[in-house]
């Protein structure tokens, strides 16, 4: 049914206010800037309150028309209309923008919207119909009743309808969309189609044991090929069909392992030695894994590339229809987090067998294809190659381009690394420490797009402007941008300032915007941008610019309640007495009194710097770290400080960082040196802990998820992954750059426990009980030294609770018992009852 603008008014209205009336005004509000239409006129926005429906909002730029929807998600937006659905009242809302009304249909199970197929829409009803609508004129096209199910082709193009009495295939490629009855229905199950670019047309389905596979023709369909469900290897048919594709005239899809026996005695779980990994996780992957198999219609012939005594994973280029195989565990390395792989490829030129590539580091961005160019791009010794055609070329040199940061050696690069974006087919960008790299695919010519070093800024991608393409059998998610134009966001290296640039097609750079702030969130069309910004003392607030006027517009400003924010942050950077850089976040009253002493709170992880300009709200709970604004507006101060690590160790380069930051706190007026706290949560947990081992400046210090022994640490088995945790420790966060074997006296000296003598600092520990990440009983372990030296600490177990509490009562009461803890010691109130 249609309603007039002014009973859409009302009729939300008064849903936004009968639900939002609840909504303190001093409650959190989550900001999230999400589409924008293609010629502009059209954003839209969304705000999330803690217990509260979410609040949609659309914005008519051109008829200066605002729509307020509430919990509508799966969303799509043109430049005529919009359509959400809001799943607990089953009901889709079609916002059109000329007509300024909403149409609401009822009774909807799901649906899916074909914007560049004349906006039609199809839905699928309560009542088993789906209905096919021109969603803007909303004129029915055409109707089935007793639908029991759909299935769409992944291109959208093509759904296979399971009606009442005949399965039929819809066709939206034509002016109107075509139907054909699909034949066989008595005999198989069919439940996945498949197309090209070239119309071929497959329908794939099942019976109780064999497959059939139909080709559409012009009218009809035709069975091109039949086969048993189980297959010559033992493995069988996935009949779920979740991992199907075409390759040129193939059809590649995954199979199902087969069925291993099981030991007698379940009872017991086995772990052999002999085995690449943890037997339990070998077996659960064997499970996981699709083995693939070709089927060769022209020839009828079915290729099985499974292998029962292997875990095989299996890759494809598209392009030069080509297969990728390793065996997952080949490499199996408990000191990387990813291990190696060695990849061989197999061709219809080589018969289908395998011929050996090359050995590759493991991680996602570590080797990986684009759907449409043939090469496979890979990192390897800290710089970019690809593979085309057997051809090894190199794409960067380490002397020119550098995808580290020295201080991070002994990390596993490749585990972080950006992954490279495809621009416009013919170019690669490549994200480097501060800026952007061009590499031309035609003429294989590297160039810088960026120029940090003249503006101390860092480059990086727009999430946005990057089209994701899943397609199976890819190493990774494809990133492309297909556009004429490349948006970049950079921040300097202070995180003080933040902007948005812009790449013509002649590659000249455009510098749209420049703040004192923080920018995330960007969203852009043909001539207009949107994005959200921030800093410590103003709210996110969504912006909108025009790209030809440069004309900004405020659109929304979130937190208005928040208007007066009592912070004041500033950094500090010098030069320790030993030559080293140090860097700090300093967070205090605006209005501190002459001559008065504050108690100081240094909350610690890593670096904190880019955290500079991030908006915290007053009302938001924290259970793993604090909420400076509470402390700040209880007169505390707030120190977050950089920690920069040498070869020493992590507790030990800790250690220098902070005792240069003590020295540093000297010259701060305000701050009172007798009362000084400590925090930190994971690894900020487990600097704490070694931390009040070496020093006895901090009055009072709180540990988080932290870790107290890393000989127990190195050996510990994560029970969600199934993985040791020496990865961490030897290649990743703790950096420490080698086996507890062979740099005994550095674990030793870095790991907390071996030093709990020394502690005189009251401890409060924290864990959840389901922390597997960092075990829990690293937490435990460190309280059971304490308390046999007769130290003061106290441990809160938070049952049922993993790394983060998210428990909202549990989250509520350990930041209550924080807050308790630092008080009692460094503002001397009254001693609470728990503790």
């Not at 990743?732 to 870095?750: E, F, H, V």
């Not at 600092?761 to 937490?779: C, E, H, M, R």
Request: some cysteine.
């Amino acid at each position: 049914m249609k309603h007039s603008l002014l009973n859409i008014i009302l009729i939300f209205s008064s849903l936004t206010c009968s639900m939002f009336a609840q909504v303190k005004d001093s409650q959190n509000e989550r900001l999230v800037n999400d589409l924008i239409s293609e010629n502009g006129t059209i954003l839209s926005y969304y705000s999330i309150y803690k217990n509260e429906p979410l609040r949609y909002t659309l914005v008519d730029t051109k008829a200066d028309v605002k729509y307020t929807l509430l919990n509508v998600v799966n969303v799509h937006l043109t430049n005529d209309l919009f359509i959400g659905q809001n799943n607990k009242r089953k009901e889709i809302y079609i916002v059109n923008f000329e007509k300024k009304a909403i149409d609401t249909l009822c009774n909807v199970e799901k649906y899916m919207f074909l914007s560049n197929k004349k906006n039609t829409l199809i839905v699928s009803t309560t009542l088993k119909n789906v209905q096919i609508t021109n969603a803007l004129n909303r004129t029915d096209l055409v109707k089935y009743e007793n639908v029991s199910d759909f299935y769409f082709s992944d291109d959208l193009q093509l759904l296979l309808l399971k009606c009442k009495k005949n399965d039929i295939l819809v066709d939206f490629n034509y002016p109107i969309p075509k139907e054909t009855v699909v034949p066989l229905r008595n005999l198989f199950n069919f439940k996945k189609v498949i197309g090209n670019n070239n119309n071929e047309v497959y329908l794939l389905g099942n019976s109780k044991d064999s497959i059939c596979i139909l080709k559409k023709e012009i009218n009809n369909f035709k069975t091109v090929y039949k086969s048993p469900l189980l297959l010559n290897k033992g493995n069988a048919i996935d009949t779920l069909f979740t991992a199907v594709n075409l390759l040129k005239s193939n059809i590649i899809l995954g199979t199902i392992p087969k069925t291993k026996n099981q030991d007698v005695n379940s009872n017991v779980e086995i772990w052999r030695g002999s085995e690449r990994g943890i037997t339990k996780n070998i077996e659960k992957q064997y499970l996981k894994q699709k083995p693939l198999v070709l089927i060769d219609i022209n020839n009828q012939k079915l290729i099985n590339f499974y292998d029962d005594q292997k875990l095989l994973d299996f890759k494809v280029n598209y392009q030069d229809e080509l297969i990728y195989e390793y065996e997952i565990n080949e490499h199996n390395d408990y000191t990387k987090q990813f291990s190696d792989i060695t990849v061989y490829s197999r061709s219809r030129l080589n018969n289908w067998e395998r011929q050996l590539l090359r050995t590759f580091n493991g991680a996602p961005s570590g080797v990986f294809n684009f759907i449409s160019k043939p090469q496979l791009f890979y990192f390897h010794n800290k710089n970019w190659y690809y593979i085309d055609n057997e051809i090894e070329k190199k794409i960067t040199y380490l002397d020119s381009v550098v995808f580290y940061k020295k201080e991070y050696v002994h990390l596993n690069t490749d585990a972080f690394l950006k992954r490279p974006v495809l621009y416009n087919e013919n170019y690669l960008l490549l994200k480097a420490i501060d800026d952007v790299y061009l590499y031309n695919l035609k003429t294989q010519k590297l160039k810088k797009l960026t120029i940090n070093s003249k503006k101390n800024r860092n480059y990086d991608f727009i999430s946005s402007s990057i089209k994701f393409i899943n397609e199976p059998w890819l190493f990774a998610t494809d990133w492309t941008i297909e556009n004429k134009r490349i948006i970049l966001k950079w921040n300097d290296h202070n995180y003080k300032r933040e902007g948005i640039s812009i790449f013509d097609q002649n590659f000249e750079q455009t510098d749209l915007l420049e703040i004192n702030g923080k920018i995330s969130q960007v969203k852009s069309s043909k001539d207009i941008i949107t994005y959200i910004t921030e800093s410590y003392d103003k709210p996110p607030a969504i912006f909108k610019m025009n790209l030809k006027s440069k004309k900004i517009t405020k659109l929304y400003q979130s937190n208005s309640w928040d208007d007066n924010v009592n912070v004041h942050s500033e950094q500090l950077d010098w030069i320790s007495n030993h030559g080293n850089l140090r860097k700090l976040t300093i967070r205090y009253p605006k209005e501190l009194i002459a001559g008065k002493k504050y108690p100081v709170i240094l909350s610690i992880y890593e670096k904190k710097i880019h955290e500079f300009n991030q908006y915290q709200s007053p009302s938001q709970i924290m259970s793993s770290n604090i909420n400076y604004r509470n402390y700040v507006d209880d007169g505390y101060i707030v120190i977050e400080p950089d920690i920069y690590y040498d070869d020493s160790g992590p507790g030990i380069s800790a250690v220098k960082c902070i005792e240069d930051v003590i020295e540093k706190m000297k010259s701060i007026d305000a701050v009172d040196m007798d009362n000084i706290g400590l925090i930190g949560h994971s690894f900020g947990g487990y600097e704490t802990n070694f931390i009040i081992t070496q020093t006895n400046k901090f009055k009072v210090a709180v540990s988080s998820a932290g870790v107290a022994d890393l000989k127990a640490y190195y050996f510990t088995v994560n029970w969600n992954t199934l993985e040791p945790d020496m990865w961490r420790m030897e290649t990743q966060q703790w950096r420490m750059g080698g086996s507890i074997y062979n740099l005994q006296d550095k674990y030793q000296n870095n790991s907390p426990i071996n030093f709990a003598e020394n502690v005189s600092t009251p401890l409060l520990l924290l864990a959840g009980t389901a922390d597997y990440k960092i075990n829990w009983n690293q937490s435990v372990m460190f309280y059971v030294a304490l308390q046999k030296l007769k130290k003061d600490v106290t441990l809160l177990l938070y049952q049922n609770e993993d790394h983060e509490i998210l428990n909202e009562d549990k989250k509520l009461d350990a930041s209550k018992k924080i807050k308790d803890w630092f008080d009692y010691f460094l503002k001397n109130r009254e001693k609470p009852d728990w503790m």
